[in-house]
């Protein structure tokens, strides 16, 4: 029987491992420069509640993850669950993509133990910078057992997310992140204090599992506008295996936009209509006749989660329509 449990904190950068020139600058510093141990010496009270074993996996912005750093912080997350001496991992990473990371490992991982996601909307060097008590709350989340068995979790200013419908809502302010159906959860002095769960399938019942991916589909996303072009559209998916589309409103396409898409769908490129608007749900054969252009709908997800799930569900399905729309009903 361990004294704590044992907690890996994986390092990636982010604002969180930021620093500025002065304690104002809480939107213009430096990101990534500061090593995981200096990023956990913010917050000495952490080894209270844990032991702590720390890795530095990547040092970069979150703007600049693409799907090779998804695969190596989802087989080194993935790998260290399997670790019988490890009970959780924190995984610290830029706020700006951490969206898109926590769902898919979310949907890859394939363990009970908590995996915490957590990043800082101001550098440790600022006034009032978010990174202790995120950190804090991060290490309170993963070690709690409420935790096991709920998915990947964001923690972010007291509250409690699911990866799968947490998005970053605000650029610069420390409410950065919103669920559409609310946080799962607070922490309140040190406390997770959980109110309901996601309902939605996740880590072990999904059939995706990291030791089986190496590669991951190539998946764009087209964002709509009234002067967006039909040989845009038409140069994306030239270069693409599936397409969301970031429609306006309910997903809808405009008129000149159409025969672009239903040409991709036509050669095999799967098309995904998505809302630009942030949340909602796209309703299928509504906007546009689906079942006739061969595309599908997201149901709530937005364009850049969605995303992720087309280049899971491409794994397996890669051209059977009907199993795609159910994965987006289903996860
Ligand atoms: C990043 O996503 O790496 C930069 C912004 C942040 O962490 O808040």
């Excluded at 010496?41 to 998804?70: I, K, M, Y």
């Excluded at 036509?266 to 595309?295: E, F, K, L, M």
Aim: charged share 20%; hydrophobic share 40%.
């Amino acid at each position: 029987m361990r004294d704590k449990p044992n907690i890996v904190v994986l390092g990636t950068g982010g604002t969180i491992a930021g620093r500025g020139a002065g304690y104002a600058n809480t939107s213009a510093y430096a990101c990534s420069v500061l090593k995981i141990d200096e990023v956990l010496a913010v917050l000495p009270q952490g080894s209270r509640r844990a032991n702590l074993r720390t890795e530095q996996l990547l040092q970069t912005g979150s703007e600049n993850f693409n799907n090779d750093h998804l695969l190596l912080i989802g087989k080194r997350v993935s790998a260290l669950l399997e670790q019988a001496d490890v009970d959780g991992v924190i995984l610290t990473h830029g706020t700006d993509t951490i969206e898109e990371t926590a769902y898919f490992l979310h949907l890859t991982l394939k363990s009970v133990k908590p995996v915490v996601v957590v990043g800082a909307m101001r550098p440790p060097s600022a006034m009032s910078s978010d990174a202790p008590l995120n950190l804090y709350d991060a290490i309170c989340v993963v070690t709690h057992p409420a935790s096991r068995g709920r998915g990947v979790l964001v923690v972010s200013n007291d509250e409690i997310h699911t990866a799968r419908d947490v998005t970053k809502v605000n650029s610069f302010k420390l409410e950065a992140f919103a669920s559409p159906y609310g946080p799962l959860g607070y922490v309140v002095e040190g406390e997770p204090r959980f109110y309901r769960m996601a309902s939605r399938d996740h880590t072990v019942l999904t059939p995706w599992s990291l030791a089986r991916i190496d590669r991951l589909p190539k998946v764009d996303i087209v964002y709509a506008y009234g002067a967006l072009d039909a040989d845009t559209v038409g140069n994306v998916a030239a270069h693409a295996e599936g397409i969301v589309y970031a429609g306006t409103g309910n997903g809808n396409v405009a008129d000149h936009i159409v025969a672009a898409l239903r040409e991709a769908a036509r050669n095999g490129v799967q098309v995904v209509r998505a809302s630009r608007t942030g949340s909602g749900v796209i309703v299928r054969n509504g906007a546009q006749p689906d079942d006739d252009y061969g595309w599908i709908v997201v149901d709530d997800q937005v364009p850049q989660k969605a995303r992720v799930l087309l280049m899971l569900a491409m794994l397996n399905d890669p051209a059977e329509r009907g199993a795609l729309q159910a994965a987006f009903y289903r996860y």
